[in-house]
């Protein structure tokens, strides 16, 4: 198998910082880039403070903290993350950006650097066809957030080779992670899954059958689900709710996975959740409250 020693990540958003973490918990070399150095100043910061309330609560031992941060490298260079011995794409789910992101890293690309996307619905046979080395390529899709959760789908392209899913199956397992493999159709196993019921929460009360808060308690206390379907859509992002969506309508062709309209207005008016202050709920004032 490939030796991994160094992993470069792009896109300090909430996966690449969170993917970043780990990778320094388990004593890769990691080399983050994104366009704006402001994200990245901004994801090394959160990356501290997560750490530190790890130590806090006995999960990692304080000492780790500093040697970990000390292993995160910002860079403004894509050249520098195609010399990685992996390269994890972490950036939005858009395939047309993933897909210009392995472009621009393939004149740079070291002889044995292996290539994943941590892409949570996009066909990785198809973002493997865009470089040089479809057989060396894999989804490698972590769940968010990225230091508290313990599975990584793995999902292998066409031309994925032996080597580079056992090396991609490895490296997950060394950062304390669970793995399972799903075969590459539309949003793979977890967000097949988890999506569309969130979508259907969406149609539950964009068709008046109950309110944002009955609906996420009934979920809560009626499915034991730690937090009800509108709320975690608005934890991922409706964007990339919507985004996922779209792909397997798409993909699938079945109208069963058509976007709610009211999720499409949200997205539209820039409501995308937690990271934009608003969504199904208001995170603006001391307490979330529902905006319908």
Known sequence: MTQIKSV??????????????????????????DLERSKIDAALEQIEKNMSRQATRGIIDPAAVGPAMALIKPTDAVEQIAQADLAI?????????????FRSLAPHLGE?????????????????S??????????????????????????????TDVDTYETAVTFARSLGKTTTNAEDFPAFIVNRVLVPMINEAIYTLYEGVGTVESID?????????????????????LDTVLSIMN????????????????????VEAGWLGRKAGRG??????ETPVPTR
């Open 112 to 128: 044995h650097t292996l290539l994943a996307s941590n892409t949570s619905s996009i066909s990785i046979t198809r973002l493997a």
């Open 8 to 33: 470069g990540v792009i896109g300090a958003g909430q996966m690449g910082s969170g993917i970043a973490h780990v990778c320094a918990l388990a004593g890769y070399e990691v080399r983050l880039h």
């Open 217 to 237: 308690t009934a979920m809560k206390l009626g499915a034991n689900h730690p937090m009800g379907p509108l709320q975690l859509g608005d934890f991922i992002g």
């Open 247 to 266: 792909v397997l309508h798409e993909g699938l062709a079945d109208s069963k996975y058509r976007p709610c309209p009211l999720l499409v207005k949200y």
């Open 280 to 285: 199904f709920y208001d995170y603006r004032g």
């Open 130 to 159: 865009t470089t040089d080395r479809p057989e060396r390529f894999i989804g490698l899709h972590f769940m968010n957030p990225v230091p508290l959760m313990q599975l990584v789908e793995v999902i292998r392209g066409i031309a």
């Open 89 to 101: 794409e972490a950036a939005t789910e858009n395939e047309d950006i993933k897909k210009a992101i």
